[in-house]
């Protein structure tokens, strides 16, 4: 069961400003990863869904960091279908993000009160996501869709809407400056907030160094709008 609620991981996503997005087979990893995120100020987590087995290593992350990393919120991403959906929140996953709009996935997050971020590539798709309940819909993939523009035009219309972009996105206060500005209320990050040979190298603290730097570009942008 989820150990947050919807509104609580709403408000956590839109004050953070950001969702690390992030996978590894390794468990040990995957531990020291979000451990680096939380250590950086990161209280909202997505764990993609990929590999075989990868709800095992969910399931264990989610019950180690219930306990070594309080506050801490994770979700899964990359879920496109109902079975998919139901079987992570069985695990305890807090939300739920996909990289496109599945009506079945609703109606399962919904049923649990489990918040449900969909992929969403056109106005009509952002339209139908909130007609479904969505509180927050995912912009993807950001940088190929029309990027800052894009975002800033769906506003004009739809003030009310909450946006992720996920895609595109880069560490760089240019990058994100351009992302909030346009009005996202969050930005996913993957891998370049993770490189390679940093994970290999086991520097963890170089990855709570850059979700401080971020987060702290971030609240500066959000502070001069």
């Known amino acids: 069961m989820a150990r947050y609620k919807r509104i609580e991981v709403c408000r956590t996503i839109f004050e953070t400003g950001m969702l690390p997005i992030f996978y590894h087979p390794d468990i040990d990893v995957m531990q020291e990863v979000v451990k680096a995120c939380y250590d950086g100020g990161i209280r909202v987590f997505e764990f993609t869904n990929r590999g075989d087995f990868a709800?095992?290593?969910?399931?264990?992350?989610e019950k180690w960091v219930a306990v070594e990393c309080p506050g801490m919120i994770l979700g899964v991403g990359t879920i496109v279908d109902a079975p998919a959906a139901a079987l992570y929140i069985q695990c305890g996953a807090n939300f739920v993000v996909g990289p496109s709009l599945n009506p079945d996935v609703f109606k399962v997050c919904n049923?649990?009160?489990?918040a449900y971020i969909p992929g969403c590539g056109s106005v009509s798709e952002i339209g139908y996501a909130q007609e479904l309940g969505a509180e927050i819909v995912?912009?993807?993939?950001?940088?190929n869709v029309g990027g800052p523009s894009f975002v800033k035009n769906i506003k004009?219309?739809?003030?009310?809407?909450?946006?992720?972009?996920t895609g595109g996105v880069e560490t760089t206060e240019e990058n994100l400056s351009q992302w909030f500005k346009a009005g996202v209320d969050c930005v996913g990050i993957g891998s370049s907030l993770f490189p390679k040979k940093t994970i290999a190298s086991g520097d963890w603290g170089k990855i709570s160094d850059i979700c401080q730097n971020v987060l702290s570009i971030i609240n500066k942008i959000k502070s001069d709008l």
Do not use: D, N
């Not at 709800?55 to 992350?61: V, Y």
């Not at 049923?111 to 489990?114: E, K, P, W």
């Not at 995912?138 to 940088?143: S, T």
């Open 156 to 165: 004009a219309p739809m003030p009310w809407t909450r946006i992720m972009v």
């Open 138 to 143: 995912k912009i993807f993939p950001a940088g």
């Open 111 to 114: 049923r649990r009160q489990i």
């Open 55 to 61: 709800h095992e290593i969910f399931a264990q992350l």
